[in-house]
Structure formats: structure tokens, C-alpha cells
């Protein structure tokens, strides 16, 4: 899998996104700390209520190395 991430890196989201006719798609709102910062790999979801991180923590455990938590909470989501 990692030769096919490889691939996707250079790839724009915009263009990923409309191969697969909007699904899957991350919410806009949900953007990187700086602009130069980019992510490629499997999205590992959680959604928790606010203060519990049992689930998160299951999540570091089940996730594979190269996965991206999102982690949703009533607050916002978190990469």
C-alpha cells in the first residue's frame, strides 16, 4: 500500500475528489495548521463525546502505522 500512497501524494485532493464523485470526502472546515503542511493516508475515524479519550486510545491501538486519526468531538474534528 505504500507504493499506491506514493502515488496519491503528488495527486490534487480537488481531483481525487471528483474521481470518486464527492464521496468520502473530509469536511472543508477541517483544514492543516500551515498551509505547507500535507497528509496522505488511510483516515482512521473516531467520534467521541467531549473528555472521553477511552476511544482514542483504542484508536492509537487499532490503527496501522501511515493511518491519519480524525478524531470528531461536539468541539470540531482533530488530525
Do not use: W
Not at 479519550?53 to 484508536?59: F, G, I, P
Not at 486519526?69 to 488530525?79: N, W
Amino acid at each position: 500500500m505504500p507504493d499506491l500512497l506514493e502515488k496519491f501524494e503528488t495527486v490534487p485532493t480537488t481531483c481525487i475528489s471528483d474521481a470518486m464523485q464527492g464521496l468520502n470526502n473530509m469536511d472543508p472546515t477541517i483544514k492543516p495548521l500551515q498551509e505547507n503542511y500535507k497528509l496522505c493516508g488511510r483516515a482512521f475515524t473516531v467520534k467521541i463525546p467531549v473528555g472521553d479519550n477511552l476511544e482514542v486510545l483504542r484508536a492509537i491501538r487499532e490503527a496501522n502505522p501511515g493511518d491519519a486519526l480524525v478524531i470528531l468531538t461536539k468541539q470540531g474534528a482533530y488530525i
